[in-house]
């Protein structure tokens, strides 16, 4: 029923795969990180109104797009500019010229897809029974842009029915240009940032009857944290507390004024990661008060866990299954990692759903998992993210037409 959709789109992806090439290149060339992305966006920008769009800003870093004719459902389609502080050492011919950064992410290969659909969603604009959404967005790494885009009205004016994101990988022993389906539910743990500052009275190690020692109290609530329980969760089993620094004095024989500690806390549900806030404070303020310091705890970073809707895995899954057959595949149990996505914002606003792409398979070569120095990308996937944008959007609104 849906083959002459299927093949137009294929074939105007393929199609496409030169330009596609040309966008991911040039950003792949130029890799901009956090919310500094200015030469990013001003190129996505000009690309997106060389196809007929009035691209909007939205947030502090980023851009949506809008096509179709207006009314009806809204779907939007998610993409990441944002490169990594790292020094490329890959070996491509278009490796970074910006020192120290990197798309070693996947996200040049992000932003190249939705271009790709946005440009034969507007060529086909008479076949969208609503409207697509594009978003694009900066700071996914470090800055949860995709939560400042939020605030800045992304999902509203026309609000947003459904939404969708695809993530590459690489350096994984399977095809490229396969799409992972992953299961409903929570898909990433959400992760919390927590720090802990002690402030007390430094003063000689040999009076510390004088002091109001804040190594102490540090010590205290790092084997404090110990005790939080949080396995009577449904999702303890995943859950983690974890410290990765402590800080505090200059010498032996100096009780310092103050110590600090950082960790993360992993959780696969918001009602455990409170579970652990909570635990965090009440250890902090009771070793506080043993040792007659103060203790503050901030959260400085928060990305709530990403869902994935049952009734919109369901359709898309269906969309995938008549675009790409057999190289739509379910992750097997047990394959999803304990990494956070930003996009997780969103999904718990709108119903979404995220694909994983395949864009390296180790037995080609493409030995290095994202974020390394040396991650190489395949580009011969880049069609196919871009086909599954346009059919999923198009399908997804067919569907749901008023
Ligand atoms: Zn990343
Ligand atoms: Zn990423």
Redesign the pocket.
């Known amino acids: 029923m849906h083959k002459e959709l299927v093949s137009m789109v294929r074939s105007a992806a393929d199609r496409l795969k030169p330009q596609l090439l040309t966008w991911r290149r040039h950003l792949h060339r130029f890799p901009e990180t956090g919310m500094e992305t200015e030469e990013t966006q001003r190129y996505v920008r000009e690309e997106l109104k060389k196809m007929g769009y009035v691209p909007r800003k939205c947030g502090r870093a980023g851009l949506t797009a809008l096509a179709g004719k207006g009314g009806g459902k809204v779907y939007l389609l998610r993409a ?1 500019m944002d490169a990594l502080p790292l020094t490329e050492v890959s070996g491509e011919e278009f490796s970074s010229e910006n020192p120290g950064k990197m798309h070693a ?3 040049d290969m ?1 932003t190249a897809m939705l271009l790709g659909a946005a440009k034969i969603l507007k060529e086909h604009e008479d076949l969208i029974e609503g409207q697509v959404k594009f978003m694009f967005e900066s700071g ?2 470090s800055d949860n842009g995709a939560e400042d885009m939020i605030v800045g009205g992304v999902l509203e004016n026309p609000a947003v029915d459904a939404a969708q994101m695809i ?2 990988v690489t350096g994984i022993p399977v095809p490229a240009g396969r799409i992972l389906i992953p299961p409903k539910g929570t898909v990433t743990t959400g992760s919390c940032t927590f720090r802990v500052t002690v402030t007390g009275k430094g003063g000689h190690a040999s009076m510390p009857e004088r002091c109001n020692d804040p190594l102490a109290t540090v010590c205290r609530i790092r084997c404090g944290l110990e005790e939080i329980d949080i396995s009577d969760a449904d999702d303890g089993e995943g859950s983690v507390i974890a410290v990765g620094q402590i800080h505090g004095g200059k010498t032996h024989n100096i009780i310092p004024d103050a110590a600090m500690m950082e960790g993360t806390i992993r959780t696969k549900t918001t009602e455990t990661m409170d579970l652990a806030m909570e635990g965090i404070c009440r250890v902090a303020e009771t070793a506080a008060e043993v040792y007659r310091t103060q203790a503050r705890v901030e959260f400085p970073k928060f990305i709530p866990a990403m869902v994935v809707d049952g009734t919109i895995l369901d359709s898309t899954e269906g969309y995938l299954r008549e675009l790409l057959g057999e190289d739509a595949v379910r992750i097997p149990a047990g394959m999803q990692g304990g ?1 956070s ?1 930003d996009f997780a914002f969103v999904s718990v606003r709108v119903p979404s759903v995220t694909f994983i792409l395949t864009s390296g398979n180790s037995e080609d070569g493409f030995d290095h998992p ?2 390394s120095p040396k991650a190489r990308f395949d580009e011969s996937s880049l069609p196919v993210g871009t086909a599954v944008h346009v059919y999923n959007a198009i399908r997804w609104l067919q569907d749901h037409r008023p």
């Open positions: 990441d992410c996947g996200h992000h996914e790494e993530h590459v990494g996505e994202a974020h």
